[in-house]
């Protein structure tokens, strides 16, 4: 069981449309991250939040940290192809292990 | 470019064998983190060094091993290697030991195939 579970694993979308990941656990944590993996490269941190309820936005992409911090998504506005990527959720837990997601892989068809 | 170096990027061994991963972190960084990627596995964390000490440990096997010198790069070794060993190793570093203000940065990874 893994556990952050995310969600869909795998999005095919055109450019132009809306999508929402998500990112589950029955486990609280004290903070969440979201990281990109394109191809044959290491993840690259996007956002960080830590207090429930928590929403950030980085140009077209918006984060929410759930209020019972168990959960979190990311919405993509108007995806584009560079949006393609392989899409990680990752948590710390005590004992300063970090936890990564089961990753959502995207496209954005053009 | 994160900043971070591993070398080397491709290794091919057999069964059994032993092999040496290499990571150099950003200047400046004091954390080392070590990650295994595979694809029924996932982005799984194994160790942690922090200034040359062992600050967190993950789901290292045995077999596996890893050490910060006092320059700050950091080596994982990897023995009696095994078929399902195989997978992308990254390294990470940090400024700090850790929490969720401490961004991580990550080399481009080794892939490692055990034939």
């Known amino acids: 069981t893994q556990l952050l579970e995310q969600s869909p694993q795998f999005l095919s979308i055109q450019e132009g449309e809306n999508l929402t990941v998500y990112c589950n656990s029955s486990?609280?944590?004290?903070?969440l991250q979201w990281y990109r993996q394109e191809p044959g490269e290491g993840p690259v941190l996007l956002v960080t939040v830590v207090t429930g309820g928590e929403v950030k936005k980085l140009k077209r992409l918006t984060f929410q940290f759930g209020d019972a911090r168990k959960d979190s998504s990311l919405h993509i506005t108007a995806a584009q192809p560079g949006d393609t990527g392989l899409y990680l959720c990752?948590?710390?837990?005590?004992?300063?292990?970090?936890?990564f997601g089961t990753g959502t892989s995207l496209t954005v068809i053009p | 470019d994160s900043g971070v170096t591993q070398t080397p990027k491709h290794l091919i061994t057999a069964t059994g064998q032993r092999v040496t991963l290499r990571c150099s972190p950003r200047?400046?960084?004091?954390?080392v983190y070590w990650y295994q990627q595979s694809l029924d596995q996932g982005l799984q964390f194994l160790i942690q060094?922090?200034?040359?000490?062992?600050?967190a440990k993950g789901n290292i096997l045995e077999r596996f091993s890893a050490q910060q010198f006092p320059d700050l790069h950091s080596e994982l070794n990897l023995s009696s290697l095994e078929l399902g060993d195989s997978a992308l190793y990254f390294c990470?570093?940090?400024?700090?030991?850790?929490?969720?203000?401490?961004?991580?940065?990550f080399g481009p990874g080794t892939r490692l195939t055990v034939l």
């Open positions: 486990s609280v944590f004290s903070s």
């Open positions: 990752a948590a710390l837990r005590p004992g300063n292990q970090f936890y």
């Open positions: 200047s400046g960084d004091l954390s």
């Open positions: 060094y922090y200034n040359g000490e062992e600050r």
């Open positions: 990470a570093s940090s400024v700090e030991s850790g929490g969720p203000r401490d961004t991580q940065y």
